[in-house]
């Protein structure tokens, strides 16, 4: 098993940053690909970002292209999401998630691939 714990996020006024950290316990080592999900309220969960544990694969949604950045420090087991520029449509309780299959970063980015570990989510608050 895999345990994911996120931090970081708040209330913040839009076109300010954020960064939101992603700790992964347990089996560390089984896990291939770890990414970002958000879901606001009334609205469907969404991909956001995802990163491979190896390859140095990044994916993003087009929503956050060219604003977020994904990054990861393996030795930490720990997963990035650095927020800039962020606009009140990016309010959202925002969850990491990880699988322990290999080579998925890009079925995860298409929507095609799931993703057994998720964290509890930390909510992120984008004003005006």
């Known amino acids: 098993q895999v345990q994911l714990l996120e931090s970081g996020g708040g209330l913040v006024q839009a076109g300010v940053s954020l960064r939101l950290s992603c700790a992964a316990s347990?089996?560390?080592?089984?896990?291939?690909?770890m990414g970002w999900f958000r879901q606001a309220p009334g609205k469907e969960r969404e991909f956001v970002a995802v990163t491979s544990r190896s390859a140095g694969i990044t994916q993003y949604a087009d929503s956050v292209k060219g604003r977020f950045t994904i990054s990861r420090d393996n030795a930490k087991n720990t997963v990035y999401l650095q927020m800039n520029s962020l606009k009140p449509e990016d309010t959202a309780v925002y969850y990491c998630a990880a699988t322990e299959r290999p080579g998925q970063a890009m079925n995860i980015a298409r929507g095609i691939a799931t993703l057994e570990y998720w964290g509890q989510g930390t909510q992120v608050t984008v004003s005006s």
């Open positions: 347990g089996r560390t080592f089984s896990i291939g690909a």
